[in-house]
């Protein structure tokens, strides 16, 4: 015997049902249709675009325009491919993302946890610094990174990206932290612990799915930048992007297009893979804040 | 000199007072119970006596020794919060013994601690459980566990029992009391709940409006409260309160009210200081269960008048049954047996225990007599 259940789908028709699937169908294509020109192209000999017919399946497969991107493309002086490079934005995201999560997370438990007079003001100014556009920012902080010394280092560069960084970092936490109950932060003053353990122990262990939030909106914001690592890094200190630029951008030689397709793949490699791995946390952590669970 | 003094103290916000002058003295063993509607500063004054509000002026002393500017961890207290704010992240033995470590004790003194506390409130078989995964009467206990673990001076519960249904919480109360026998512990208390106020305490300060307006027993604070605000909070339903004139007959003084059709009936007063007020206009406060049938007067009573009255509404409450009829033209609500013969519209003979009710004045409000 079955049970009816009151059926609350809204109804359709078979006809128009089949319509909406075909457009969304037609959609996610023409979305996929770059991704597969790129895969495509970086994996078929020069001869084979140059011929014309981007759009064809490979006739031949080749993986050297990989190997060349990676390891023998010749960017800057040295043919070295984007290998060293991918390495410095490595070492210029780690830092700078872990930096400004933690700062973040800081300020976001200062702002909501221990409030103090014109909290509220500094928040507002704090979240202003989103809204700066970077361009405006470029010479004061290359002034400031020349006077302290940092000017063309990767750690001014994860500097730079920290300062920028926090505003949205801060954000994200105190947004989080408002609806974290004040009476765990009080009972465990009564309990003796104290500002930091508080913060270790309390807050940070239950922040998982906004950690998550701001690691991914950092990673991707900072490993993406194109306009920092080509205003401020030096010969040695140059990001992925940058690099991508210069190989993409070379005037002399044949324009190796399969090349270049390979090395904007592998450019956007590290952020797809973020994304497939903590994805999920991502939706589940903006709404965290939201809903008072 | 008790063994928490409250001495004087009042609380700011900017130019906003909202506790003024609080002044009271806890003995060893005493379990206070602040109550009073929302944001009559009851909260505010726990918070104050744990250390996690600051003092605008006076002084707390706990065992004579000043708590002012006192870190609320260096207190010696504990704190029983209304959400039980166990830290989610950590299982029900790490959270009853998270104020030991905090406190430095080693280890093998947290776990027979904690294995004490466990057994005392029975929750021994959840000690490696997370706050999630239980009931919330489970976390009641939980939150007494680590209360009770660091065996402090003074206990403090903020309105434990409102997240909890209703049969839990009466349930939730006597064990609280069972507790506070067996271990004799000073206890300051929050509730809005007057049925928790008068069930649990040793004295009880009604609060209103940042003021104390009343300090007592249980049985003083019902049988003579200090004002209407005192007599209506306190009792449900709440104390009849009415509005009678003074007046002598044959040298006793009586109180005259009006009845439903505007007829007047004479009420003696049991107190001869009544006399002062005669011709003058007083309110009558008369708990609903000194209305009764004739039958269910209470015979150890000097003083039982009668009258007789039409009843508006009959609300059978099982145990009990409510009935309302106007008098002073006012709603007036009497507590009956269940079996009394009561019936809407009819008039009825009620005996009135006069020993009990209380007069107030009208302008301050205020007790005159008894």
Same mark, same amino acid.
């Given at each position: 015997?079955?049970?009816?259940?009151?059926?609350?789908?809204?109804?359709?028709? @078979?006809?128009?049902?089949?319509? &909406?699937?075909?457009? !969304?169908? #037609? +959609? *996610?294509? %023409?979305?996929?249709?770059?991704?597969?020109?790129?895969?495509?192209?970086?994996?078929?000999?020069?001869?084979?675009?140059?011929?014309?017919?981007?759009?064809?399946?490979?006739?031949?497969?080749?993986?050297?325009?990989?190997?060349?991107?990676?390891?023998?493309?010749?960017?800057?002086?040295?043919?070295?491919?984007?290998?060293?490079?991918?390495?410095?934005?490595?070492?210029?995201?780690?830092?700078?993302?872990?930096?400004?999560?933690?700062?973040?997370?800081?300020?976001?438990?200062?702002?909501?946890?221990? @409030?103090?007079?014109?909290?509220? &003001?500094?928040?507002? !100014?704090? #979240? +202003? *610094?989103? %809204?700066?556009?970077?361009?405006?920012?470029?010479?004061?902080?290359?002034?400031?990174?020349?006077?302290?010394?940092?000017?063309?280092?990767?750690?001014?560069?994860?500097?730079?990206?920290?300062?920028?960084?926090?505003?949205?970092?801060?954000?994200?936490?105190?947004?989080?932290?408002?609806?974290?109950?004040?009476?765990?932060?009080?009972?465990?003053?009564?309990?003796?612990?104290?500002?930091?353990?508080?913060?270790?122990?309390?807050?940070?262990?239950?922040?998982?799915?906004?950690?998550?939030?701001?690691?991914?909106?950092?990673?991707?914001? &900072?490993?993406?930048?194109?306009?920092?690592? *080509?205003? %401020?890094?030096?010969?040695?200190?140059?990001?992925?992007?940058?690099?991508?630029?210069?190989?993409?951008?070379?005037?002399?030689?044949?324009?190796?297009?399969?090349?270049?397709?390979?090395?904007?793949?592998?450019?956007?490699?590290?952020?797809?893979?973020?994304?497939?791995?903590?994805?999920?946390?991502?939706?589940?952590?903006?709404?965290?804040?939201?809903?008072?669970? | 000199?008790?063994?928490?003094?409250?001495?004087?103290?009042?609380?700011?916000?900017?130019?906003?007072?909202?506790?003024?002058?609080?002044?009271?003295?806890?003995?060893?063993?005493?379990?206070?119970?602040?109550?009073?509607?929302?944001?009559?500063?009851?909260?505010?004054?726990?918070?104050?006596?744990?250390?996690?509000?600051?003092?605008?002026?006076?002084?707390?002393?706990?065992?004579?020794?000043?708590?002012?500017?006192?870190?609320?961890?260096?207190?010696?207290?504990?704190?029983?919060?209304?959400?039980?704010?166990?830290?989610?992240?950590?299982?029900?033995?790490?959270?009853?013994?998270?104020?030991?470590?905090?406190?430095?004790?080693?280890?093998?003194?947290?776990?027979?601690?904690?294995?004490?506390?466990?057994?005392?409130?029975?929750?021994?078989?959840?000690?490696?459980?997370?706050?999630?995964?239980?009931?919330?009467?489970?976390?009641?206990?939980?939150?007494?566990?680590?209360?009770?673990?660091?065996?402090?001076?003074?206990?403090?519960?903020?309105?434990?029992?409102?997240?909890?249904?209703?049969?839990?919480?009466?349930?939730?109360?006597?064990?609280?009391?069972?507790?506070?026998?067996?271990?004799?512990?000073?206890?300051?208390?929050?509730?809005?709940?007057?049925?928790?106020?008068?069930?649990?305490?040793?004295?009880?300060?009604?609060?209103?409006?940042?003021?104390?307006?009343?300090?007592?027993?249980?049985?003083?604070?019902?049988?003579?409260?200090?004002?209407?605000?005192?007599?209506?909070?306190?009792?449900?339903?709440?104390?009849?309160?009415?509005?009678?004139?003074?007046?002598?007959?044959?040298?006793?003084?009586?109180?005259?009210?009006?009845?439903?059709?505007?007829?007047?009936?004479?009420?003696?007063?049991?107190?001869?200081?009544?006399?002062?007020?005669?011709?003058?206009?007083?309110?009558?406060?008369?708990?609903?269960?000194?209305?009764?049938?004739?039958?269910?007067?209470?015979?150890?009573?000097?003083?039982?008048?009668?009258?007789?009255?039409?009843?508006?509404?009959?609300?059978?409450?099982?145990?009990?049954?409510?009935?309302?009829?106007?008098?002073?033209?006012?709603?007036?609500?009497?507590?009956?047996?269940?079996?009394?013969?009561?019936?809407?519209?009819?008039?009825?003979?009620?005996?009135?225990?006069?020993?009990?009710?209380?007069?107030?004045?009208?302008?301050?409000?205020?007790?005159?007599?008894?």
């Amino acid at each position: 015997m079955s049970v009816a259940t009151q059926d609350t789908a809204i109804r359709t028709g @078979r006809v128009v049902r089949t319509l &909406i699937y075909l457009v !969304l169908l #037609l +959609f *996610a294509l %023409f979305y996929m249709l770059p991704l597969y020109v790129m895969v495509v192209n970086s994996v078929k000999p020069l001869d084979e675009i140059t011929g014309g017919g981007m759009m064809n399946l490979p006739q031949v497969l080749t993986f050297e325009p990989w190997v060349k991107a990676w390891s023998a493309a010749q960017i800057g002086v040295e043919p070295t491919g984007l290998s060293p490079y991918f390495w410095n934005s490595i070492k210029m995201v780690v830092p700078a993302v872990a930096i400004s999560t933690v700062l973040g997370a800081l300020n976001g438990y200062v702002l909501t946890k221990w @409030r103090f007079k014109y909290d509220t &003001i500094l928040f507002g !100014l704090m #979240l +202003f *610094a989103c %809204f700066i556009p970077f361009q405006i920012v470029l010479i004061p902080m290359a002034r400031m990174l020349g006077m302290m010394g940092m000017a063309g280092s990767t750690s001014g560069l994860v500097l730079v990206h920290v300062v920028y960084g926090i505003g949205f970092t801060t954000l994200y936490f105190r947004n989080y932290y408002a609806v974290f109950p004040t009476e765990l932060v009080r009972a465990a003053q009564i309990d003796g612990a104290g500002f930091f353990q508080i913060f270790w122990r309390i807050l940070l262990p239950s922040s998982g799915p906004i950690a998550v939030v701001s690691i991914i909106w950092q990673f991707t914001n &900072i490993w993406n930048d194109f306009l920092f690592g *080509a205003s %401020f890094a030096g010969a040695d200190s140059q990001p992925m992007t940058v690099a991508l630029n210069n190989l993409v951008q070379a005037s002399h030689g044949v324009k190796e297009y399969n090349v270049h397709f390979a090395g904007a793949i592998l450019a956007a490699l590290p952020t797809l893979l973020v994304y497939i791995v903590a994805g999920r946390y991502f939706v589940r952590g903006l709404m965290a804040g939201s809903v008072k669970g | 000199m008790g063994f928490l003094d409250i001495d004087n103290t009042t609380k700011s916000y900017g130019a906003v007072e909202v506790l003024h002058k609080i002044d009271i003295s806890v003995e060893e063993g005493e379990f206070l119970v602040l109550v009073g509607p929302s944001g009559c500063g009851k909260s505010t004054l726990l918070n104050m006596i744990a250390g996690l509000e600051e003092i605008t002026s006076g002084e707390i002393r706990i065992k004579d020794a000043t708590m002012n500017g006192v870190h609320a961890s260096k207190r010696n207290i504990a704190m029983v919060f209304q959400s039980y704010a166990l830290y989610p992240n950590m299982t029900v033995g790490k959270n009853i013994t998270f104020g030991l470590e905090m406190h430095g004790v080693p280890k093998p003194e947290r776990d027979k601690a904690m294995n004490d506390v466990a057994k005392l409130l029975q929750i021994e078989q959840l000690l490696d459980r997370k706050p999630g995964a239980l009931s919330g009467g489970q976390r009641q206990r939980v939150a007494m566990g680590r209360a009770l673990v660091r065996n402090p001076d003074v206990f403090l519960f903020d309105e434990p029992l409102s997240n909890l249904d209703a049969k839990l919480r009466v349930d939730m109360r006597t064990e609280i009391k069972k507790l506070h026998q067996k271990l004799g512990t000073t206890i300051v208390y929050v509730t809005h709940d007057q049925i928790e106020a008068m069930t649990l305490s040793t004295r009880i300060a009604v609060m209103n409006g940042g003021y104390v307006q009343q300090l007592g027993t249980p049985q003083e604070i019902y049988d003579t409260p200090a004002n209407i605000f005192v007599a209506t909070f306190m009792g449900s339903p709440a104390m009849n309160v009415l509005p009678a004139m003074v007046a002598m007959e044959n040298g006793k003084p009586v109180a005259q009210v009006a009845l439903h059709d505007g007829t007047m009936t004479s009420l003696p007063f049991s107190q001869n200081n009544m006399a002062d007020w005669t011709g003058k206009d007083i309110l009558l406060g008369i708990r609903p269960e000194t209305i009764t049938d004739e039958d269910a007067a209470d015979r150890k009573s000097s003083n039982i008048a009668h009258m007789t009255n039409r009843i508006i509404v009959t609300e059978p409450a099982g145990s009990d049954t409510f009935v309302t009829m106007t008098m002073g033209g006012k709603d007036v609500i009497a507590r009956m047996r269940s079996d009394a013969e009561v019936k809407a519209g009819a008039d009825f003979s009620f005996a009135v225990n006069m020993e009990k009710a209380v007069a107030f004045d009208p302008e301050t409000e205020t007790r005159i007599a008894p």
